[in-house]
């Protein structure tokens, strides 16, 4: 039987994140500025390790990131991120609104993270540009084409669009699907963010879960050269729908 850990744990939980994450501050304002890009990268990974550990999660991933990609993935909650941060290195990019979130946002911004401003066209190129200069000179980039977050057990239309920057760099596409799971091994919604829910109910929602697994299906590579974006998009799309509906049955 599934059983939530009481409330005395779930608090000691949150204390630790609290703590985590004055860290993680303190080391962005402190270590960051001065930081080679290889050093920052173990930064990152190091943080997203401890603070999936801290949560409760376990990150099971099959198939291996390429270096110099665009990674396209399924968006279930803002753990996904660090997630994916927890095996590999890449700029994400986010809603504008999450650089207004107190702390987060700016924890964020100094963390490499690309903001994007939706239904702005003209800034939408701009970030376009600049999403497209990050794959060129070398460095991967994550992004989620459904534009918003699900449940994790259905999947949004993707926005092809996203995928132009990988087409004009040339750089190839890996499909990343996340699922989670609880401990004995049913799909969960339990660290869904989504709908109305606030940040901290998405918090609260994890902290009560005794453990949680996060699985990771990454594609081989999708070649860009001469690609259709709208084809491309299609072919990661399926790919990751597949993947998300594999053991709803």
Known sequence: MHRPLPLPLRLFRLIRLALHLAMGLATLALRFPRAEAATRARLRQRWSQRLLDLCGIEVQRHGNFSPCVLLALNHVSWIDVFAVLSQTDAAFIAKAEVRRWPLIG??????????LQRGSRGHAATLARELAAHLRQGQSVALF?????TDGLSLHPFHAALLQPAIDAGAPVQAVAIRYYHAHG???TAAAFHGQMTLMQSVWRIVREPRLRARIDVSPPFPTQGADRK???????????????????
């Open 106 to 115: 700016w924890f964020a911004a100094r963390n490499g993270t690309l903001f």
């Open 145 to 149: 084409p459904e534009g918003t977050t």
């Open 186 to 188: 049913r799909r969960t």
């Open 231 to 249: 084809a491309l998009g299609r072919a990661i799309e399926a790919w990751i729908r597949e993947r998300v509906h594999e053991d709803l049955a």
